[in-house]
Structure formats: C-alpha cells, structure tokens
C-alpha cells in the first residue's frame, strides 16, 4: 500500500496555513493510506530554541494533530529525536548531496538573506534531514503546502542519485500532494508573504488556538484594499485573492460562487462571513484542553 510522510515544526503556535496548507488533507487521506505523522523537533534545532519551550511546543503540536482529526489508532504519531535513523540517513544521502543542488533551495536564501554565513549548516541541510524523513520509511506520498515543493524536488533527485548510484530501485521516488485552494496561505496584513509562525504580528495569522473573539477581530483587521467590489485577481488584488482562497477552502465553496454571493457586498460583511466560517471549522476549542507537563 502506498506509504504518507508528512510533519510539522514543533516552533510556536500553529495557524491557519498549517491546517488548510497540511493537515487538515492529511485527516481525509488517512482513509486511503498508511500514514506517519511526524513532529520534527530535529528540524526546529537548525535556529536557537530554548529546550524546555521545544519539549512544550513538541506536545502541543502532537496534541494539535489529535485536535484536528489524526487518529492515532490509524496513523502512527511520533517525534522525530525518537528515532534516530533520521539523523543517521541523513548524513549517508548528504554525502550523495551535490552542494550545487542545496544552493538552489530558495527557502534557505530567503531566510538567512546577506547573513548566510552565520546560519548553522544544520540550516544549510535541512532539506536532507526533510529528504531522510521522507526515504527512511520508503513513503510514496508527502502532503504538504506549496513552500515545500522545492524541497520535495531535491528529496526525489536525491532518491534517483542513490538509487543511480548503487544500480537499484531502493527508494521510491516520493510524490508531492499539494492540494485545494488553500496551498499557500498568505499574512493578514500582507498578502505577498506567506502566513508564518515567525511573522511578528499576531494579527498577520490566526493560530489554531485563538478563541472566537481574537479570530473575530484578526479578520476585521485584516488589510484588503479600497476598491468597491470583491473580485478574484491574484496578480494585482493580493490581500483580496487571499481572503477569498480562505473562504474557499474553509466552506468548499469554488471561487467563482464566492464573487457571485459577495461581489457586491462591502468587505466587511464578507470579512464577518469569513470568521464566522473559520469560527466554525478552526478546531480551536478542542485545543484550549491545556497540554499538561511531565
Ligand atoms: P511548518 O510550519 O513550516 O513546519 O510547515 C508545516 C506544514 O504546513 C508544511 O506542509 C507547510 O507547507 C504547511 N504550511 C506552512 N505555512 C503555510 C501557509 N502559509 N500556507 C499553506 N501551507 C503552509
Ligand atoms: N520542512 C517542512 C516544513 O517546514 C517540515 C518537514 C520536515 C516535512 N520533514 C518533512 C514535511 C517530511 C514533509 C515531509 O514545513
């Protein structure tokens, strides 16, 4: 049967794109694959944490994943640090890394920008540690939002030199399944940068444990822009595309009926429609059971 890997960072609070972009589809395709749902806490260690707020996040985020639907009597949960072939087959496929192929990876250079030489090489080869996650346990599968493209890329050119090299099909080639409308969630307050747990403002995201009020009010704020009508133009209507692929994928509804019902409304009744979707369908409440220590 064909095999999901898919994880999530165990960094701060987990938000909106993380549900709409990963793990809501992984809830849906637990039905039709064997699945492992990874909290990668060896992915979070290439910038500073501090140990006791990544034990904590570590727990949140698998309580997360029982929140939004993961069954764990159907798919397997864990921390990565529990099991330490990710770290080993790392080092074995960066050896089989060209350094030309991690120097295209755009997430890299968009995080450290001119400071590159300060960041830690376990920054640099994150994406072998993602590609080790994925080949270790020979997944066919990998459902994630669409900044992970570029790294699953590299995870498949990375099986197909192994495999080259040692003359057979050892690992399969890994599929991306990027899904829905809601592959890439965009801030509330810019909608040219991705929806991130490490934006600043937490009014640029909502987390998935925010309470009516707060999801409420972050949408009333939200930045859309001063033209009279909703309509769907990605290229020039940034924060309006945006709230639109929000409510697309919250109520399943396509585009087009969304501009039909809400043309020609004002944006704040379209903005109060929108949370009381999200109100609805974010499985914030379940999250509030506060996530007890050791
Ligand atoms: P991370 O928070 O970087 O560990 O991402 C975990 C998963 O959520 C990955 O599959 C990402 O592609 C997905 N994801 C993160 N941010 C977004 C976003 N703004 N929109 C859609 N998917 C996202
Ligand atoms: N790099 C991914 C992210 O930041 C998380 C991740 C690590 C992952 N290993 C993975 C996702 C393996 C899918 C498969 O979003």
């Given at each position: ?86 770290a080993e087959l790392s080092w074995i496929l960066g050896c089989h890394t060209p350094l030309?192929w991690l ?18 090489l376990g920054?640099y080869g994150y994406p072998v540690l993602m590609a080790a996650?994925?080949l ?18 590299l995870?498949?050119?990375i099986?197909?030199a192994f ?132």
């Amino acid at each position: 049967m064909n095999r999901i890997f898919s994880g999530v960072q165990p960094t701060g609070n987990l938000h909106l794109g993380n549900y709409l972009g990963a793990i809501r589809n992984w809830v849906e395709l637990q039905h039709s694959y064997n699945c492992i749902f990874c909290v990668v806490d060896l992915h979070a260690i290439t910038v500073p944490q501090k140990p006791e707020e990544l034990v904590q996040a570590t727990r949140e985020v698998t309580a997360a994943y029982i929140a939004c639907g993961i069954d764990p009597k159907k798919s397997i949960i864990f921390p990565q640090s529990a099991v330490s072939i990710h770290a080993e087959l790392s080092w074995i496929l960066g050896c089989h890394t060209p350094l030309g192929w991690l120097n295209r990876m755009t997430q890299f250079k968009e995080k450290t920008g001119k400071h590159a030489d300060k960041a830690s090489l376990g920054l640099y080869g994150y994406p072998v540690l993602m590609a080790a996650d994925i080949l270790g346990y020979r997944a066919t599968h990998v459902p994630v939002g669409e900044d992970q493209k570029q790294h699953l890329e590299l995870a498949r050119d990375i099986a197909g030199a192994f495999n080259r090299f040692y003359n057979q099909d050892y690992f399969p080639l890994p599929e991306p399944l990027i899904q829905g409308p809601a592959t890439r969630i965009m801030s509330l307050r810019d909608g040219t940068k991705k929806m991130s747990k490490s934006e600043e403002s937490d009014y640029s995201r909502i987390n998935l444990t925010d309470n009516a009020e707060a999801i409420e009010l972050k949408f009333r704020k939200a930045k859309s822009d001063a033209l009279p009508t909703i309509t769907y133009e990605p290229e020039k209507r940034h924060e309006t595309a945006n709230l639109i692929n929000i409510y697309a994928a919250l109520s399943g509804n396509s585009r087009e009926k969304i501009v039909e019902e809400f043309g020609d409304k004002n944006f704040s009744a379209f903005k109060k429609a929108l949370a009381e979707l999200a109100i609805f369908f974010v499985p914030s409440r379940r999250l509030m059971i506060r996530v007890a220590g050791p």
